[in-house]
């Protein structure tokens, strides 16, 4: 199975490092102009780097790039009929963009499929849409640090956060994507399992007591209740990014060639 991938960061470098694993080969990968250098570094010196697309062909493509990646590369690819994975769910709080996407899927005949990211529990969410479903909250719990380089720096001095936690962002699923794109991806795929980006509330809070990132989903309807709670650990190359949104990454591509799936 022949996969490409937007972007080289570290979800894509872990990727990649497993595809023997699943029977997969990196057949390219898309990069900014004047980042091809730095994509060989990371993802091997013999691998085709792109600008976009063009006339490059995959099994399937991931998305490791980003909201801006998506945004640029996501239609064009979905078009071509290519499958693309993408971990950049919050971009999809953009309906123009959503639209995009959707319309591109359709004309090519193929499917934008949404990681589940750091977060489970999304299948019961969806099942439970099929109901009443009343209400979905989305908490996420972070040390400070993990917080660098979001808006909660505009609203708290992350370096010294005092000794309790922090609620540093409350509102909905759509205003936390836009707001957050580098931390919110898990409050939009909440949304998207259940009751969408306006209607699904979100907490985001900077914790010094915890030292982990911690994912609490709450919800209620005909089915019952559930809480799902996930403390997720980082990669070990990189601190900022979940491990099991990249695992999420990997099953999602060796689900393609499983007889039966789960």
Not at 156 to 168: F, I, K, Q, Y
């Amino acid at each position: 199975m022949k996969v490409g991938f937007i972007g080289f960061g570290a979800i894509a470098q872990y990727v990649a490092q497993k595809l023997p694993e699943i029977d997969g080969e990196i057949a390219f990968v898309i990069v900014r102009p004047g980042r091809e250098d730095a994509a060989k570094q990371a993802m091997g010196a013999g691998i085709e780097t792109l600008t976009s697309l063009s006339d490059a062909r995959a099994d399937v493509v991931v998305d490791c790039a980003g909201h801006a990646g998506l945004r640029e590369h996501g239609a064009e690819i979905l078009r071509a009929g290519i499958p693309l994975v993408t971990v950049s769910i919050g971009a999809l709080a953009d309906d123009a963009l959503r639209r995009e996407l959707t319309d591109a899927a359709v004309a090519g005949g193929t499917q934008l499929h949404l990681s589940t990211g750091a977060i489970g529990g999304l299948d019961a969410i969806a099942s439970a849409q099929v109901g009443k479903l009343e209400e979905v909250t989305y908490k996420g719990r972070k040390p400070p640090k993990g917080w660098k380089g979001s808006p909660a720096e505009d609203v708290m001095d992350l370096d010294n956060p005092g000794s309790e936690a922090t609620v540093h962002f409350e509102g909905t699923a759509r205003e936390a994507a836009l707001k957050y794109p580098k931390n919110a991806n898990v409050a939009a795929a909440v949304a998207l399992a259940g009751l969408g980006f306006d209607d699904t509330g979100v907490q985001l809070i900077a914790d010094p007591n915890v030292d982990a990132n911690i994912h609490e989903i709450t919800a209620r309807g005909d089915f019952g209740e559930l809480t799902f709670t996930i403390l997720g650990k980082t990669l070990p190359d990189n601190t900022r990014t979940s491990a099991l949104a990249a695992m999420s990454v990997v099953k999602m591509i060796a689900d393609r060639n499983r007889p039966i799936r789960l």
